[in-house]
């Protein structure tokens, strides 16, 4: 059994955050996504317009997507490594190198970013759509 994670928001999901998870859940048997709480994006600056219960009820509906955790530090991934036995981390490319120090408990894998879509852009652009 081959065990894959990633951590990610995932706040208005896009066609960026279904191929990073097609592509990482294509290394392995199965993938967990560490999900940020709404507590930790605070911390990490973000506020996702979708709240944390639905963020994880529309990433348990993805065919890739086997287990979702929440991810509420940015320490707990070596402990969820060992915790499900992980063979490797997969993360887009805005992270390289980011990781690099859990290369001593399993894989470090930077994906490609999907080019033109972001959940930034999205905001941006409904905002500047023109009222009716
Ligand atoms: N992603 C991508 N292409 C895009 C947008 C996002 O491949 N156009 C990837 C990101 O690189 C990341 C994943 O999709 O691997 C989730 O992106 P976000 O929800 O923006 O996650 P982020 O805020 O980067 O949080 O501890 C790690 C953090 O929780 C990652």
Avoid: C
Avoid at 26 to 43: C, K, P, Q, W
Avoid at 104 to 123: A, E, F, H, M, N
């Amino acid at each position: 059994m081959t065990t894959i994670i990633t951590y990610g928001t995932f706040d208005l999901l896009h066609k960026g955050h279904i191929r990073l998870l097609q592509r990482a859940a294509a290394y392995g048997d199965r993938l967990i996504v560490g999900l940020s709480t709404d507590e930790f994006n605070a911390s990490k600056g973000k506020r996702a317009y979708t709240k944390f219960a639905d963020r994880k009820m529309m990433l348990e509906a993805i065919r890739y997507v086997d287990i979702v955790i929440p991810e509420e530090s940015w320490e707990q991934k070596a402990s969820d490594i060992k915790k499900f036995n992980v063979d490797a981390l997969v993360m887009g490319n805005d992270w390289a190198g980011q990781f690099d120090d859990l290369r001593k408990y399993t894989k470090v894998i930077y994906l490609p970013r999907t080019d033109g879509v972001s959940t930034t852009q999205i905001k941006n652009d409904l905002e500047h759509v023109d009222q009716e």
